[in-house]
């Protein structure tokens, strides 16, 4: 058994120790790096139907390297989809021209029918900004919204942008996460596959590990079982499903 020493002349296994050190809330700026060389998902990972990106999201990792310098890292934990086709969906009263290809109707939802990959970055409440990256084909609405991440890297920058100290109170809702992120209009309609911002690949999720539910906060669409998370993680947001 691998052993460490701490102060005091008392011996802890290893893993006892980075348990303990892990559930402190006073974690130090940063946690070590999870992946030293990080590269953007490429823009086919998201030209697929959205339910498949959303639950294959689970596990990767949101990077922004910031303009200080600092780079942030988060583990998803919790997504959900939205098509056309959903009343839930922000372009489910939009169509797209056949011959011309323009979309008809107005509306923000306009924006989920770009080139997938694309931010599709939205205020809600006039408070909150969501990110969302957008899926499926181009011309074909469709997007992803990131719920919630487990943050590795960069701590210390995001308590700073989200005035709370606690690690598990960071990035436990859209809302939170994009603010700890440093994330706002101005990445709305940006290529998410390409830096500052982007995914990368992370660790997969079986789906033992995985649940559903109907998604948050909407008044439409309730019977779609289209949030997925991971099970038992703290960082999920604590929100209730709709319904």
């Given amino acids: 058994m691998t052993v460490a020493v701490e102060e005091g002349g008392g011996i802890t296994p290893i893993g006892q120790q980075v348990r303990r050190y892990l ?3 006073d974690l130090p700026t940063t946690l070590p790096t999870v992946h030293p060389n990080m590269e953007p998902l490429p823009a086919s990972f998201f030209n697929r139907p959205t339910v498949s990106v959303a639950r294959d999201l689970l596990g990767a990792r949101l990077v922004h390297e910031a303009p200080t310098g600092t780079r942030l890292v988060g583990r998803i934990v919790e997504t959900e989809a939205y098509t056309e086709d959903d009343p839930a969906c922000h372009a489910s009263h939009l169509s797209r021209d056949p011959e011309t290809g323009e979309v008809v109707g107005q509306g923000r939802g306009q924006d ?18 969501l990110l969302n990256v957008v ?23 995001m308590r700073t942008e989200r005035g709370v100290d606690r690690r598990v109170d960071l990035t436990n809702g859209p809302g939170k996460l994009a603010e700890a992120f440093g994330i706002d209009g101005e990445f709305h309609q940006t290529r ?36 997925w998370y991971v099970a038992a993680n703290r960082f999920v947001s604590p929100a209730s499903p709709s319904g």
Avoid: N
């Avoid at 830096?195 to 439409?220: H, N």
């Fill in 112 to 129: 989920l029918f770009a080139a997938p990959g694309t931010a599709y970055v939205y205020l809600i409440y006039g408070v909150h900004w």
């Fill in 135 to 157: 899926t499926e084909p181009e011309g074909t609405a469709g997007a992803v919204l990131i719920r919630a991440v487990e943050p590795e890297e960069g701590l210390q920058d």
């Fill in 192 to 227: 998410l596959t390409a830096r500052p911002l982007f995914f990368a690949d992370g660790d997969s999720v079986d789906d033992e590990q995985v649940a559903r539910s109907s998604r948050i906060g909407i008044s439409k669409g309730v019977e779609r079982s289209w949030r």
């Fill in 23 to 25: 559930c402190r809330s």
